[in-house]
């Protein structure tokens, strides 16, 4: 999934990626940005945030309510920042994993293919 600019983003607030590239078991809900496991199983989650110049996203992935690994991406001298950050997550069908604003409150993100999220199952269970 991609990213188009996102301006505004909430503290707690899930990151929306509207543009999805596939969506193979139907698992990530764009509506409310979250990656729902279809089945249970092994999955990575690979996810890359970048901020506006001189801005700072802190961003997690979360399953089930708890955080799992952070993203930080902090620019100045009017350059741009971009973290990354990818977890392995045991889970079972119907659990839920968003990427969301965990920090800030009114956090601008870029958009333009640098910032993404992907779920993958990589072991079935």
């Not at 990656?35 to 970048?50: D, E, L, N, R, T």
């Not at 961003?59 to 708890?66: E, K, L």
């Not at 920042?81 to 920090?103: F, H, L, W």
Request: proline share 5%; charged share 15%; with cysteine.
């Amino acid at each position: 999934m991609r990213l188009a600019y996102q301006e505004h983003v909430g503290n707690n607030q899930n990151i929306i990626f509207e543009q999805v590239l596939t969506n193979e078991g139907g698992g990530y809900h764009q509506n409310h940005g979250v990656f729902i496991a279809p089945q249970s199983g092994i999955y990575v989650f690979p996810s890359a945030i970048m901020c506006f110049p001189n801005g700072e996203v802190l961003a997690d992935m979360v399953n089930n309510g708890n955080p799992v690994p952070r993203i930080n991406c902090h620019s100045d001298s009017g350059r741009d920042d971009q973290g990354s950050q990818t977890a392995v997550i045991k889970m079972n069908a119907g659990d839920e994993v968003p990427a969301r604003n965990y920090c800030h409150a009114d956090d601008s993100i870029w958009g333009a293919l640098f910032t993404s999220f992907s779920g993958n199952l990589v072991w079935l269970q």
